[in-house]
């Protein structure tokens, strides 16, 4: 299964003026499950915060701050990081 974190098109890394766009969907982890037909399994998927992160016009890595949504399969979790 794979989670996806969903963010706005728009997004200002720190105090950055001007404005990095972003896919409105990326992959951050996934986790490879095999299963029979008609078989259930209840699967955990993490990634780090640093996933989350933006290459910014210096070069350096950072996580925009702001609200995101995490995405299994029909399942959604929003969080916010400040």
Known sequence: MGARARRSRR????????????PDARLVAFTRVELAAGQLKQVEVSSRLSQLALTVGDGRREVARGGYE?????????????
Not at 70 to 82: D, H, Q, S
Request: glycine content about 4%; charged content about 10%.
């Open 11 to 22: 997004c200002t890394c720190a105090s950055r003026p001007p404005p990095v766009l972003t």
């Open 70 to 82: 995490a995405v299994v399969g029909a399942a959604k979790a929003a969080f916010a990081v400040r």
